[in-house]
């Protein structure tokens, strides 16, 4: 069972449309969650950071911690054709080096 | 900035075949570290560093050596390509998570590497 889990999708949705994305993970020492964003044949980047369970929000995008379940998501609000990409979940126990990465979940938002 | 750059982006090798792959970094971090990405598996770390002259194993290292002799360089060694390593490379650096940091990773554009 991998440490990490994420359902790869593809996920299509329509413009305008509220996606939610999640995660779920075994490993109880994680403390440290992100997603990352990566474009067609780029490298991932930082989109989202939490450290404690809750929530946190960012223009359109939320991310929701829930340590007791082990379950994180990610929701973006109004999609955007701009926000079709592979979303990424990591974490981590404290190295910052030392990041263990869902599989990604493949987006695309239509006109 | 440039930020994190790989060389090459793309190369195709046979089977035995050894060959470097190279890894800088003009932040000034000290966490960098490699990882491979295929498909239905996501992103897996091979090795990481800590800071200059420090360097320890990921989940994936088999196959696979590093050094880290100045902190803007991570080079990283296949000693003898086989076609399970056929993937896209990232070299990924870091400030780290002391100071309230968030970890961040920053990651090169990759490396896609083809073993026949």
């Known amino acids: 069972q991998k440490e990490v889990e994420q359902d790869p999708g593809p996920l299509s949705v329509p413009e305008g449309a509220i996606v939610s994305l999640n995660c779920t993970y075994s490993?109880?020492?994680?403390?440290?969650f992100m997603w990352y964003r990566q474009y067609s044949r780029k490298g991932p980047e930082l989109l989202m950071y939490?450290?404690?369970?809750g929530n946190k929000e960012d223009g359109r995008f939320t991310a929701q911690v829930d340590k007791s379940s082990k379950y994180i998501s990610l929701f973006i609000r109004d999609s955007q054709p701009s926000d079709s990409a592979t979303y990424l979940c990591a974490m981590c126990t404290g190295t910052a080096s030392k990041l263990t990465f869902g599989t990604g979940t493949r987006l695309q938002v239509t006109l | 900035n440039a930020g994190v750059t790989q060389t090459p982006k793309f190369q195709v090798l046979k089977t035995g075949q050894s060959m470097t792959l190279q890894c800088a970094q003009d932040m000034n971090h000290e966490y960098m570290s490699w990882y491979r990405q295929d498909p239905g598996m996501g992103l897996r770390l091979i090795h990481y560093s800590v800071g200059a002259g420090i360097t320890d194993q990921g989940e994936v290292p088999n196959g696979y050596n590093v050094s880290r002799s100045t902190t803007e360089d991570f080079p990283l060694r296949l000693l003898s390509a086989a076609p399970s390593q056929t993937s896209v490379y990232f070299c990924a650096s870091s400030l780290g998570l002391a100071g309230g940091r968030t970890g961040e990773l920053f990651f090169g554009e990759g490396s896609r590497l083809t073993v026949l």
């Open positions: 490993n109880s020492a994680f403390q440290y």
């Open positions: 939490t450290y404690s369970s």
